[in-house]
């Protein structure tokens, strides 16, 4: 089944960029999605199709991807974006459903 | 606007079997898949499976095929999904989430029932 890798955690100062990669064989062939979840809440989608955001979500919000690796880059990092992010991919191949094993990101 | 509203948590001992409901509301039910996401305390999302509420096909994680089944009442907009021969293991969040585009993220989630399977 097709594996996606999350560094554990990521640390930044407010005002600062944060960047969180996604790791896969050839996933820029792929469509990656990110969610944030913060403590007791249900994830929320942040980025969708590599790059584009849902309604309401900040432009400080972005990503890419390419070969390997998909990014999600935050920018102006504010202490409000302290909350854990995972990646996401479907994996046609086996009409599955696939989680990266998440990022914290902390604001220091 | 899009809403899904899960039932309340649930205890159950090992060996049982319990089932989540997912209410849905804000668009037409049958028109998005429901998918299901567990997330063990202090641990990552895990994907289930999803289900086709117009049709009724199903496709579930390996991990879990013979044990979950999902269903659905169309008359009253509400997806299902049981888990039997439950173990200390399966503990964990359940959420329901729709998929509403071709490649498949999850838009809109539902806000979680707790299962607590402890003898």
């Known amino acids: ?3 996606l890798t999350q560094p ?3 640390s930044v100062a407010p005002g600062q ?3 969180i990669t996604c790791g896969g064989n050839n996933i820029g062939s792929k469509s990656v ?4 979840q913060k403590p007791g809440q249900a994830p929320v989608l942040v980025v969708y199709d590599d790059s584009d955001r849902p309604s309401g979500i900040p432009e400080r919000f972005s990503g890419s991807n390419s070969g390997n690796t998909a990014t999600l880059t935050i920018s102006r990092v504010e202490a409000g974006d302290e909350a854990d992010y995972y990646c996401q991919v479907w994996d046609s191949s086996s009409d599955q459903g696939v989680f990266g094993g998440g990022t914290k ?3 220091l | 606007q ?3 509203v899960q039932s309340g948590a649930e205890v159950k001992k090992p060996g ?3 089932k989540v409901s997912c209410k849905a509301s804000g668009y037409t039910f049958t028109s998005y898949d429901i998918n299901w996401v567990r997330q063990a305390t202090g641990q990552g999302l895990e994907w289930m499976g999803w289900m086709n509420p117009n049709s009724g096909n199903t496709g579930y994680a390996q991990k879990f095929q013979g044990r979950v089944t999902m269903t659905r009442n169309t008359s009253i907009s509400t997806a299902y999904m049981e ?4 173990r200390s293991e399966d503990t964990a969040v359940y959420y329901c989430a729709t998929i509403s585009g071709a490649s498949g993220y999850f838009d809109y989630w539902g806000q979680g029932t707790l299962v607590t399977v402890s003898s």
């Not at chain 1, 999605?33 to 944030?36: F, S, T």
């Not at chain 2, 888990?83 to 439950?86: A, D, E, I, K, T």
């Open chain 2, 2 to 4: 899009v809403q899904l």
């Open chain 1, 33 to 36: 999605h990110w969610y944030q």
């Open chain 1, 17 to 19: 960029t944060a960047r």
């Open chain 1, 1 to 3: 089944s097709y594996v």
């Open chain 2, 83 to 86: 888990l039997s021969s439950l």
């Open chain 1, 8 to 10: 554990p955690s990521v």
């Open chain 1, 105 to 107: 990101l902390t604001v």
């Open chain 2, 16 to 18: 049982a079997s319990v």
